[in-house]
């Protein structure tokens, strides 16, 4: 079974960001950087060899002027001659839910969350925490994805807090059904005793 929440991003929510010209404007520097630096940024559809010296996450502006999170792959070719290459890409992590309730804890996060996230859906995969995992069982989670390693970093900052509050309560209650089950039986215990007397 797979949803899917997308939501349309447009240049006017990106840039109510208030550090969106800062972030800008460094993504601009490292490439400026890179470029006084010998590794100018490979745009041609032209096949080149090279050996891969380096790389690291960056932030680049795509066609439609917004930031995404981005690889960096440098590069030196055979003759000496340098490049790079910025691969975009969607960071994502996944949640699971309780069962039954994936639909509207799917459409919760996308309402709550519609700033942020770029995609919210429902995947089956494999969890290695079920008894038989080895057979292929297969578990319903959801997954979020941004445009931003940021953006990631806040949703799940904000959902830690929230599982975090969760669990407590949930062992606050179990604590204290099982401190309502021990004095039920051993009332119960108290009362068979008497009687037995």
Known sequence: MSSRFARPRGDDEDRSDEN??????????????????GYAKHTEVVEKVGWMVNMQPAEVIDEEKRLVSAMDYYFIQEDGGRFKVSIPYQPYFFVRAT???EQDV?????????????????VSKEDLDLQNHLIGLQQAYIKLSFLTSGDM??????????????????????CVVMTYHSIVMKSYCDVRASHSL
């Open 20 to 37: 969106y010209e800062s972030r800008v404007n460094a993504a601009r520097f490292n490439d400026n950087l890179d470029v006084r630096f």
């Open 99 to 101: 069962a039954g309730c």
């Open 153 to 174: 970093i806040k949703v799940r900052i904000e959902l830690g807090g929230w599982i975090l509050l969760a669990q407590w309560i949930f062992l606050k209650s179990h």
């Open 106 to 122: 799917c459409t919760f996060l996308s309402k709550k969350f519609s700033n942020l996230c770029m995609t919210v859906e429902q």
